[in-house]
């Protein structure tokens, strides 16, 4: 299926990180993104992980498969206050409901400012006048404004890949006003799910100064016209379902399946990071095993976690005291031939991790927040349908808004999420066939595709409205 755009133009799509042609293979996300630019033509534009004397001294340019991809390197200091600082550092856990984490410092702010603003002189020059712009998460919240302030008049939008917490504790931001509001300048602000929206919503026109116009358009203290919309991001259900059916032949994951000698498995994959809820998961494993003497030598808990933003302390911290969790485990329950848990801080291929993923019995995915989660999705489509494994999710990813059919846990509860571990293990095929129908049918019917297509026909159909500007300007 085509994607949806407006007529001719091409499409740009702005990141912080750019998924570049021949990396390593690139996430699904990353992959539909680059369908999208191939089909009409387009230009990704984004930071290029790499460090610098000076931020933007030149644009890398690259060009494969009709698509161009233009990179600019970050000096230290701007790397050090616009990604570890304040996007990482402030928004990062402000989003995920950790105002207890945040370390504000104004000369963050200001270096988020400095990158948003040299992004916008860069991107500025590379644009048409009938392009498609689609931004994409908080790193790059005031892109449009400063684009906006340089004449672009290109339609915008935004996704918001992370949960957006209500109003009341967005006003905890320090300048919170300053930067949220020049979220007005997209036309279309896309977020995963109806909570999110709510929040947005709420924030605008109780915070804000924003009023609600007629077909659900808001209209910011500044004049604007703007809409905002829920657009549940997906994976590429078909392909990674074909992919998890050949995996089973693999060498690695027949080692896997031998070395458990017929226990089950459960499996955690994600990000180290502290919205995901891992001590707190290892801690319900602990009390399963405690709770469950039975159990013991008859599962085993794979827990696939590479490090990420390492430059950030908390981070680093919680890396430390995960190790120490997990030692303890294995330490207290452990038997000569048999370890509980196998914690492992790297990274492995999708082709893998889908092999891994069918394998498990149970699929065991908890964050504290998380915007939707795709590894909860994964593990659905990588099912075998003659013998499914349970999906026990918490129900503070987006994710949980659609499968509902997953054993939905509060992830703090330790002894909720032990008893559904137990449930997840006894549970019997029929039962576990149809929750996982039921999910792999909403996943086949929204999937990756499904959702850019939709994202950018809103974007196409959001009348690129400003305050008092000719005939597309006049506000309703
Ligand atoms: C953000 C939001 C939202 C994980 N380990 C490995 C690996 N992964 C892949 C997974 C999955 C992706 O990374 C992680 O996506 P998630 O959605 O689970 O989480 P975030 O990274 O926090 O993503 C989140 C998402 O954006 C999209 O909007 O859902 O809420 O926080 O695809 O498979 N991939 C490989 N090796 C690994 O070891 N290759």
């Known amino acids: 299926m085509a994607a949806a755009k407006g007529a001719g133009g091409r499409l740009v799509v702005v990141s912080n990180r750019v998924a570049l042609p021949r990396q390593s293979a690139p996430g699904g996300l990353a992959s539909a993104l680059q369908a999208a630019l191939r089909e009409s033509g387009g230009l990704w534009f984004g930071w290029s992980g790499?460090?610098?004397?000076?931020?933007?001294?030149?644009?890398?340019?690259?060009?494969?498969?009709?698509?161009?991809?233009?990179?600019?390197?970050?000096?230290?200091?701007?790397?050090?206050?616009?990604?570890?600082?304040?996007?990482?550092?402030?928004?990062?856990?402000?989003?995920?409901?950790?105002?207890?984490?945040?370390d504000y410092q104004h000369s963050h702010l200001d270096g988020y400012l400095r990158v948003n603003e040299i992004f916008a002189d860069k991107l500025r020059q590379l644009i048409r006048p009938d392009d498609v712009i689609w931004v994409h998460d908080y790193h790059l919240i005031p892109l449009a404004a400063m684009l906006r302030k340089r004449g672009v008049r290109n339609r915008i939008g935004f996704f918001l890949h992370t949960p957006l917490p209500a109003a009341?504790?967005?006003?905890?931001?320090?300048?919170?006003?300053?930067?949220?509001?020049?979220?007005?300048?997209?036309?279309?602000?896309?977020?995963?799910?109806?909570?999110?929206?709510?929040?947005?919503?709420?924030?605008?026109?109780?915070?804000?100064?924003?009023?609600?116009?007629?077909?659900g358009r808001m209209r910011s203290a500044s004049g604007r016209l703007f809409r905002a919309a829920?657009?549940?991001?997906?994976?590429?259900?078909?392909?990674?379902?074909?992919?998890?059916?050949?995996?089973e032949?693999?060498?690695?994951?027949?080692?896997?399946?031998?070395s458990l000698i017929g226990r089950s498995l459960i499996i955690g994959v994600d990000r180290l990071d502290y919205s995901k809820g891992l001590p707190e998961r290892f801690q319900a494993y602990a009390r399963l095993l405690e709770g469950a003497p039975e159990l013991h030598r008859h599962v085993t808990f794979l827990q696939i976690a590479p490090p990420s933003r390492g430059s950030v302390l908390e981070y680093r911290q919680i890396r430390r005291e995960l190790e120490r969790s997990a030692g303890h485990i294995n330490g207290k329950y452990a038997a000569p031939d048999w370890a509980p848990i196998r914690y492992i801080n790297k990274s492995f291929p999708h082709r893998l991790l889908s092999g891994y993923y069918r394998t498990a019995r149970v699929g065991l995915v908890t964050p504290l927040?998380?915007?939707?989660?795709?590894?909860?999705?994964?593990?659905?489509?990588?099912?075998?349908?003659?013998?499914?494994?349970?999906?026990?999710?918490?129900?503070?990813?987006?994710?949980?808004?659609?499968?509902?059919?997953?054993?939905?846990?509060?992830?703090?509860?330790?002894?909720?999420?032990?008893?559904?571990?137990?449930?997840?293990?006894?549970?019997?095929?029929?039962?576990r066939r149809d929750r996982w129908r039921a999910m792999m049918g909403v996943l086949l019917q929204n999937d990756i595709t499904v959702w850019r297509n939709a994202?950018?026909?809103?974007?196409?159909?959001?009348?690129n409205v400003r305050a008092g500007g000719g005939p597309e300007g006049v506000p309703h």
């Not at 032949?249 to 031998?258: A, T, V």
């Not at 808004?401 to 008893?419: G, H, S």
């Open 50 to 102: 790499k460090l610098a004397a000076e931020t933007a001294a030149e644009v890398h340019r690259l060009h494969d498969a009709k698509v161009d991809y233009a990179t600019v390197d970050l000096s230290r200091a701007d790397h050090d206050d616009f990604y570890t600082g304040f996007a990482n550092g402030t928004l990062w856990p402000m989003l995920h409901y950790r105002p207890d984490l945040v």
């Open 168 to 215: 009341g504790l967005l006003i905890a931001l320090p300048n919170h006003l300053e930067l949220l509001e020049t979220l007005a300048s997209y036309d279309l602000i896309g977020v995963h799910t109806a909570r999110d929206l709510r929040a947005l919503e709420d924030y605008f026109l109780h915070e804000a100064g924003a009023t609600m116009r007629l077909g």
């Open 230 to 247: 829920v657009f549940p991001i997906s994976i590429d259900t078909r392909g990674i379902a074909e992919a998890a059916g050949k995996a």
């Open 249 to 258: 032949s693999n060498k690695e994951i027949g080692q896997l399946r031998d």
């Open 369 to 431: 927040r998380d915007g939707m989660n795709l590894v909860a999705k994964e593990y659905v489509a990588c099912q075998n349908p003659a013998d499914p494994g349970v999906l026990i999710l918490s129900r503070f990813a987006g994710a949980a808004q659609e499968l509902t059919d997953a054993l939905l846990v509060n992830p703090a509860d330790t002894e909720e999420v032990a008893d559904a571990l137990q449930r997840a293990l006894k549970m019997p095929l029929t039962e």
């Open 455 to 463: 994202f950018l026909q809103a974007l196409t159909d959001a009348r």
